[in-house]
């Protein structure tokens, strides 16, 4: 007789219980200081600016390329350049902005600096619709978010309090 091997696959009881272990060890820990919000903010910028400037120059520099080259392809076309700049850039901005905070719990930036986003109500991520919610809310009130967050004792966005989020120190000293 021929012996099966036992496949031993995780319990769905058993991730269920990590799961929520998770998603309550997120809701447990503090809120984000303001001034760390500002610190990842701004290494945000300094990652984008980074990107897309470096990604620029070398398109342009590939249009210079095409111009003085004898024979210009459809790929050094300076319209196919122009295009594939903005394709980019905005994709770039999709993967930065809204699927890291949806996949990853933050940006670069705030997890950098041990910072995570995550849902107010039951502490898991967001998803990709509620990560694109947040993002807008936050880039249409941008400066009254600032002045929100400093006036509130939680430290909690305008855009965190519409998109029901929080963002969570998850590193370093309480």
């Known amino acids: 007789m021929e012996q099966t091997p036992l496949k031993r696959e995780a319990s769905p009881n058993i991730q269920e219980a990590l799961s ?23 290494l945000d910028l300094i990652f984008i600016y980074l990107f897309i400037h470096g ?32 394709f980019l850039r905005t994709s770039f ?12 719990g933050g940006t670069v930036g705030k997890l950098l600096l041990g910072l995570r986003v995550v849902d107010s109500e039951s502490g898991k991520k967001l998803s990709l619709t509620r990560s694109t919610s947040r993002l807008l809310f936050g880039l249409s009130t941008n400066l009254l978010s600032a002045s929100v967050a400093m006036s509130r004792p ?20 309480t």
């Open 20 to 42: 929520q272990a998770e998603q309550e060890h997120w809701l447990e820990r503090p809120n984000a200081p303001v001034a760390l919000r500002l610190a990842s903010f701004v």
């Open 55 to 86: 990604e620029h120059r070398l398109l342009q520099t590939l249009s210079i390329y095409s111009a003085t080259a004898d024979h210009a392809t459809f790929l050094l076309n300076p319209f196919f350049l122009g295009f594939l700049d903005i």
């Open 93 to 104: 901005l999709f993967f930065y902005l809204i699927f890291s905070v949806s996949h990853f």
């Open 154 to 173: 939680d430290g909690r966005t305008l855009h965190d309090l519409l998109s029901r989020t929080h963002v969570k120190k998850v590193r370093g000293r």
